[in-house]
């Protein structure tokens, strides 16, 4: 019962408050590199390994991992790159953003240190590391940590930029950042492919790339419970109409990109007013509201990342105060398992 009391004080803190940390992950620095994460705060995963050996094992089985090894070899990228005029893969801006983990640091500057990691989905940790697993200090357990305490530890980390899972939204936005492929130039001029157009968080997350192993104290990895799943492919279809906006709102051309972009989010945003039709969530009729107010065209920035910023705050508040037990109508929708990548 006391698990429950605090999901609940933690849902009522985040409903109120994440909006103001969302768009936040580090300093104005982020853009003039053009990185999702700061690279002067990024750690780097072996800094996790001490506490997340388990973590960090099966993250090198991924593709995640292993583009780090393998994308500069391939002949599809390096066509890609020759299109674009690029020199080096790891130096590049154009294909870190979404393929490796940059770090800063006054010896070396600015590197590329792995393929995507840690960071890239729960946000670069140099200002939350300390606070995440701090249960109190001297000799405060895991069980002997107040609920006041746990709600202050995980309201701190998120503050300091961590895309905790205790929201599911905070990490679904992670991955429709990448597997939108929100660049133009990329898609139009280097041909690289307009996203993942067949993602879908639970079958994507809930396969190879599964780490599930603080809730059971690592002794095993399993897949996240019904309700979990629930809020799960529901964060994921609204951060695909949130990313699928925000690439929209940068398309300038008819081309593949906006047309793709475009198409993408109307196709997120029927498939939502499908689930709205079984769910009846009034947060789901502010989020088609938002979609329904704005015009899928090009050269129409400013409209759509408004948007965008919109569905965002209520995906995150869906995500802290929708219980996965009032989602039950949407089971059909949500992948078996053996669709799981
Ligand atoms: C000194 C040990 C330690 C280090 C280093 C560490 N963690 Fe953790 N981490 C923990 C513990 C303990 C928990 C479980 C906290 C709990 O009970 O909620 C945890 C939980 C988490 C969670 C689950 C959310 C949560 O708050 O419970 C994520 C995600 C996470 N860590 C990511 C990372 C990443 C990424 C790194 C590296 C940048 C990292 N951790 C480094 C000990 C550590
Ligand atoms: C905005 C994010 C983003 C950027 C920037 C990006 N990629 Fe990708 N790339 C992806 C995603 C996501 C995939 C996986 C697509 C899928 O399989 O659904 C991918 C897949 C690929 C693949 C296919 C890999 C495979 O094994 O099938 C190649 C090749 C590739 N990218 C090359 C590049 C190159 C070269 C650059 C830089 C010029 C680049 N990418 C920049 C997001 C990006
Ligand atoms: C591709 C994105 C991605 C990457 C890379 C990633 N994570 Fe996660 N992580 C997630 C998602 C999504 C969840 C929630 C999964 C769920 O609830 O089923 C999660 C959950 C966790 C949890 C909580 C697990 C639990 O039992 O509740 C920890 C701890 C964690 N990640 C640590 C790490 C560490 C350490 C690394 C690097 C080795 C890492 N993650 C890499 C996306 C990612
Ligand atoms: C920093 C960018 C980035 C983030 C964040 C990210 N991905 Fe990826 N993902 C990629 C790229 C790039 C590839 C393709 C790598 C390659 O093949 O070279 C990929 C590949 C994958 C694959 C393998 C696809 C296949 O067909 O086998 C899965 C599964 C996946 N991602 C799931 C996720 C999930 C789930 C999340 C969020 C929890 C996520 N990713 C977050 C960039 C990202």
């Known amino acids: 019962?006391?698990?429950?009391?605090?999901?609940?004080?933690?849902?009522?803190?985040?409903?109120?408050?994440?909006?103001?940390?969302?768009?936040?992950?580090?300093?104005?620095?982020?853009?003039?590199?053009?990185?999702?994460?700061?690279?002067?705060?990024?750690?780097?995963?072996?800094?996790?390994?001490?506490?997340?050996?388990?973590?960090?094992?099966?993250?090198?089985?991924?593709?995640?991992?292993?583009?780090?090894?393998?994308?500069?070899?391939?002949?599809?990228?390096?066509q890609i790159a020759s299109k674009l005029g690029?020199?080096?893969?790891?130096?590049?801006?154009?294909?870190?953003?979404?393929?490796?983990?940059?770090?800063?640091?006054?010896?070396?500057?600015?590197?590329?240190?792995?393929g995507i990691s840690c960071e890239s989905c729960h946000g670069a940790a140099k200002n939350w590391v300390e606070l995440h697993n701090d249960y109190g200090g001297n000799g405060a357990t895991r069980e002997s940590e107040s609920a006041a305490h746990r709600l202050e530890r995980l309201r701190s980390s998120i503050a300091?930029?961590?895309?905790?899972?205790?929201?599911?939204?905070?990490?679904?936005?992670?991955?429709?950042?990448?597997?939108?492929?929100?660049?133009?130039?990329?898609?139009?001029?280097?041909?690289?492919?307009?996203?993942?157009?067949?993602?879908?968080i639970v079958s994507w997350s809930q396969g190879s790339i599964r780490h599930n192993f603080v809730r059971t104290n690592g002794k095993t990895n399993d897949a996240s419970d019904r309700n979990r799943l629930r809020q799960l492919f529901m964060a994921g279809m609204i951060a695909e109409l949130e990313f699928s906006l925000r690439s929209t709102a940068t398309a300038t051309e008819?081309?593949?990109?906006?047309?793709?972009?475009?198409?993408?989010?109307?196709?997120?945003?029927?498939?939502?007013?499908?689930?709205?039709?079984?769910?009846?969530?009034?947060?789901?009729?502010?989020?088609?509201?938002?979609?329904?107010?704005?015009?899928l065209k090009l050269n129409n920035r400013q409209q759509l990342t408004e948007a965008a910023d919109s569905v965002a705050a209520l995906g995150v508040r869906f995500a802290a105060t929708v219980p996965g037990s009032e989602l039950e109508a949407i089971d059909p929708y949500i992948p078996a398992q053996d669709k799981w990548k």
Not at 168 to 194: F, W
Not at 274 to 280: D, E, F, G, R, V
């Open 254 to 295: 008819k081309a593949a990109y906006g047309i793709n972009s475009a198409k993408r989010a109307s196709r997120s945003a029927k498939r939502l007013a499908a689930a709205q039709k079984k769910l009846n969530q009034p947060l789901l009729d502010n989020i088609l509201a938002v979609y329904k107010s704005v015009q």
């Open 86 to 114: 690029i020199q080096s893969f790891k130096t590049d801006s154009a294909c870190i953003k979404c393929h490796y983990t940059m770090q800063a640091d006054q010896q070396h500057g600015l590197q590329a240190i792995s």
């Open 160 to 200: 300091a930029g961590m895309r905790n899972p205790i929201n599911v939204y905070l990490v679904a936005q992670s991955c429709y950042r990448c597997h939108t492929v929100p660049d133009e130039r990329l898609v139009n001029v280097g041909g690289h492919k307009a996203g993942s157009m067949d993602f879908e």
């Open 1 to 78: 019962m006391k698990k429950v009391t605090i999901g609940v004080l933690v849902s009522l803190w985040m409903g109120a408050c994440l909006g103001m940390t969302l768009n936040n992950d580090g300093d104005p620095r982020d853009s003039q590199l053009d990185v999702h994460l700061n690279p002067h705060q990024v750690l780097g995963y072996d800094n996790c390994e001490k506490c997340h050996a388990a973590e960090v094992s099966v993250w090198k089985q991924t593709p995640h991992h292993e583009t780090f090894l393998t994308l500069h070899r391939q002949p599809a990228a390096k």
